[in-house]
């Protein structure tokens, strides 16, 4: 009789797989006994971890911190220098 494997949900950390456990702390460079705390607390989902892990360090930032981002939408073929005439 063929019995189907049984998957494993990639979404969540099993605790007792070292492997995994040690991928996730080391992603988000957590010690295990953190990640354990984190996983009681919250649960097993590594979604909601990683958004845990991302409140706390946003909230030990100090006050006057200012996260930039740029992006860049466009880039452009020509360099336009002001007062110079357009060659023919």
Known sequence: ?????????????????????RVVTKRLKLSQDEL????????????????EVAQQRAAKLPAGTVIASVTVTETT?????????PAN
């Open 77 to 85: 073929a020509e360099l336009i220098v002001p007062n110079e005439a």
């Open 1 to 21: 009789m063929r019995r189907p494997k049984i998957q494993t949900s990639r979404n969540k950390v099993d605790m007792s797989d070292d492997a995994q456990v």
């Open 36 to 51: 354990t705390a984190l996983v009681s607390r919250i649960g097993n989902s590594i979604t909601a971890i990683s958004k």
